[in-house]
């Protein structure tokens, strides 16, 4: 696969929708490239903030585990929770994440994929938690647009409290709380 092969497939991202809003009827969701993109602004923002208050983290690193950890997608499309307890979706990622890769010389991208899944570092945390805050932040925009049968994203509040970056953004994840309750 060319380089520009490769980014014809990114592109797939752009159109392929994630799911999950989807099997609650939102009738156009986001996609899988609004989602990561939004992914990397938020990881960016946090990593300075993270820095600016002497807490060390490679942002630029994070940024990129941001913009890969949903590449895999591209090929394997957005699989819905659900749907994930039948097969490894992880395992199917990454075999896609490194085919596509792979033939340019890119393997060391994988990496970044595994440090995100396995949260192996500062910066995959990170990712992890801008992830959730996407996903909740995104949301609360459907509610606010009137779906209201969302409940079940949010047990990922959990994964955000017990994050060791809570302390630090405790005000961005209690008031996008407050903000659901319409009382931000």
């Known amino acids: 696969m060319s380089l520009l ?14 799911t999950g809003w989807l099997l609650r009827g939102v009738p156009v969701p986001e996609s899988i490239a609004d989602h990561s993109f939004r992914t990397a602004l938020i990881t960016m923002f946090l ?4 820095r ?14 941001a913009l890969i950890h949903d590449l895999g997608e ?5 699989i819905p929770l659900p749907a994930q307890r039948y097969f490894d979706k992880v395992n199917g990622e990454r075999q896609a ?11 060391g991208y994988v ?12 910066e995959g945390r990170l990712v992890r938690f801008a992830d959730r805050l996407e996903m909740l932040i995104q949301a609360v925009e459907y509610e606010e647009s009137g779906f209201r049968n969302l ?27 407050r903000k659901r309750e319409g009382k931000a």
Do not use: H
């Open 52 to 65: 600016r208050r002497g807490i060390e983290v490679d942002v630029e690193r994070a940024v990129r585990i």
């Open 97 to 107: 994440l490194s085919e596509m890769l792979g033939e340019n010389g890119m393997e």
């Open 74 to 78: 591209a090929r394997i499309t957005d």
């Open 5 to 18: 092969d490769l980014f014809f497939e990114a592109g797939n991202l752009k159109r392929l929708k994630r």
């Open 151 to 177: 409940d079940e994203f949010w047990s990922a509040l959990d994964g955000l409290r017990g994050s060791e970056f809570y302390p630090y953004f405790r005000d961005v994840v209690d008031g996008l709380e």
């Open 47 to 50: 990593g300075d903030e993270l």
């Open 111 to 122: 990496d970044l994929f595994d440090e995100y899944e396995n949260e192996s570092t500062p």
